[in-house]
């Protein structure tokens, strides 16, 4: 069982940056694929970026060099540097997790659990 607390959204300018963050309460010693997925209003939701269990990075080509995936076992929080925003990048932004050492999926409907959002508005 996991429960995921995002925050950091905000309204920013293109250009600027936004480090968001999920809080990660995990009752257990199962080991998770992280990841980002991102809803703008109208759309579908899309992956943006994930981590595995060995720290392994992978990013959506829209978001590649400027977004980063973090992940802080410390903590037990999980991080999306965003850098140089484009109004495009406007979302929802949630963060998921999917049980399994590795990742090995895209698709929002195979993540078992879910946070509840942070917006981010890039206004032009």
């Known amino acids: 069982q996991v429960q995921l607390v995002e925050s950091g959204g905000g309204s920013v300018q293109a250009g600027g940056s936004l480090r968001l963050s999920c809080a990660i309460s995990?009752?257990?010693?199962?080991?998770?694929?992280m990841a980002w997925f991102r809803q703008a209003p109208g759309k579908e939701r899309e992956w943006v970026a994930d981590?595995?269990?060995?720290?392994?990075?992978m990013y959506a080509e829209p978001v590649k060099g400027r977004f980063s995936i973090s992940g802080d076992n410390a903590k037990n929080t999980l991080y999306l540097q965003i850098d140089s925003l484009k109004p495009e990048d406007t979302a929802m932004y949630y963060c998921?997790?999917?049980?399994?050492?590795?990742?090995?999926?895209?698709?929002?409907?195979?993540?078992?659990?879910w946070g509840q959002g942070t917006q981010v508005i890039v206004s032009s």
């Open positions: 981590i595995n269990s060995y720290g392994n990075t």
């Open positions: 995990q009752y257990g010693r199962t080991r998770y694929c």
């Open positions: 998921a997790a999917e049980p399994g050492a590795g990742c090995y999926t895209r698709n929002p409907i195979e993540f078992d659990y």
